[in-house]
Nanobody, 125 residues
Framework: QVQLVESGGGLVQAGGSLRLSCAAS????????MGWFRQAPGKEREFVAG????????LYADSVKGRFTISRDSAKNTVYLQMDSLKPEDTAVYFC??????????????????WGQGTQVTVSS
């Protein structure tokens, strides 16, 4: 069982930066690939970034590649999403997700078993 709590969202001007954190509880964190998703009003939840259990492999959506960086700190049971050069179209609720134990990260919501409550990111133009 993994419980996830996101933090770090807020209001930022276009071109600015934010760092989201996702604190995980439960001993399964080190054996769980992790992902970040986002959902804008009226739109489906979409994949943003994923990171492997070891942290050695990452994957990004084309829309954020080169601007966002996902990382994890196993000692702190935390996964991060550094977001730079933010754009108004990045405005959404951002969710942290954990894949089933010993499974790789995926691009779909169905690839993840546990979800946080979400944190709002608003980018003004």
């Amino acid at each position: 069982q993994v419980q996830l709590v996101e933090s770090g969202g807020g209001l930022v001007q276009a071109g600015g930066s934010l760092r989201l954190s996702c604190a995980a509880s439960g001993r399964a964190f080190s054996r769980s690939a992790m992902g970040w998703f986002r959902q804008a009003p009226g739109k489906e939840r979409e994949f943003v970034a994923g990171i492997s259990r070891s942290g050695g492999s990452t994957l990004y959506a084309d829309s954020v590649k080169g601007r966002f960086t996902i990382s994890r700190d196993s000692a702190k049971n935390t996964v991060y999403l550094q977001m730079d050069s933010l754009k108004p179209e990045d405005t959404a609720v951002y969710f942290c997700a954990a894949a089933p134990t010993n499974r790789d990260y995926g691009l779909g919501c169905v690839d993840y078993s546990y979800w946080g409550q979400g944190t709002q990111v608003t980018v003004s133009s």
